[in-house]
T-cell receptor, first 116, second 107 residues
Framework: EPEVTQTPSHQVTQMGQEVILRCVPI?????FYWYRQILGQKVEFLVS????????KSEIFDDQFSVERPDGSNFTLKIRSTKLEDSAMYFC??????????????FGPGTRLTVL | DAKTTQPPSMDCAEGRAANLPCNHS???????VYWYRQIHSQGPQYIIH???NNETNEMASLIITEDRKSSTLILPHATLRDTAVYYC????????FGQGTILTVHP
């Protein structure tokens, strides 16, 4: 069964450093998403990406964040200068299209980002 | 904020049906009702979704009221591995997670 994969599973970084979180969505999916979950809190939407551009983003997704689909398989989230409050689980998701719109999203296992 | 309301917790005996309710009285006409679950800090797992008809798959059944203002997720024979946080989400596109229902299945 196809699945979303994410690397690394755990990333430790120093405050102010750049990190890139990587995701391989399900191969025939066309919508891609990033969510995050701070320990003990709700899962929060960050950004959605379709047709090589951001289709929607939340207030959390500020100028420190960027997304890219550098090739036909990877989808990345970059945090330019990490802050302590960026420590969280980051989940990638992907979905197919039905009648012109996205349908059910399938999530990866997450990357735990720890900012020291 | 999430647009759905769920009880914070529920218990169920192993082997019995678990019926998880959800209110989504402000759902829009093009929004689907999605159910996901999350076990510990794993990625949310898709369970089922529907627009207005009842749906069934290998994991669960989804009953949506005719006015679409509420729904019930049914796990027909709950097992200990079904212990998780269950999220009901009304959405077209991005998913807005609430606090969900903590379902505990006990022996």
């Amino acid at each position: 069964e196809p699945e979303v994969t994410q690397t690394p599973s755990h990333q430790v970084t120093q405050m102010g450093q750049e990190v890139i979180l990587r995701c391989v969505p399900i191969s025939n999916h066309l919508y891609f998403y990033w969510y995050r979950q701070i320990l003990g809190q709700k899962v929060e939407f960050l950004v959605s990406f379709y047709n090589n551009e951001i289709s929607e983003k939340s207030e959390i997704f500020d100028d420190q964040f960027s997304v890219e689909r550098p090739d036909g398989s990877n989808f990345t989230l970059k945090i330019r200068s990490t802050k302590l409050e960026d420590s969280a689980m980051y989940f990638c998701a992907s979905s197919d299209i039905l009648a012109g719109g996205p349908i059910e999203q399938f999530f990866g296992p997450g990357t735990r980002l720890t900012v020291l | 904020d999430a647009k759905t309301t769920q009880p914070p917790s529920m218990d169920c005996a192993e082997g019995r049906a678990a019926n998880l309710p959800c209110n989504h009285s402000t759902i829009s006409g093009n929004e689907y009702v999605y159910w996901y679950r999350q076990i510990h800090s794993q990625g949310p797992q898709y369970i089922i979704h529907g627009l207005k008809n009842n749906e069934t798959n290998e994991m669960a059944s989804l009953i949506i009221t005719e006015d679409r203002k509420s729904s019930t997720l049914i796990l027909p024979h709950a097992t200990l591995r079904d212990t998780a946080v269950y999220y009901c989400i009304s959405s077209y596109g991005k998913l807005t997670f609430g606090q969900g229902t903590i379902l505990t299945v006990h022996p």
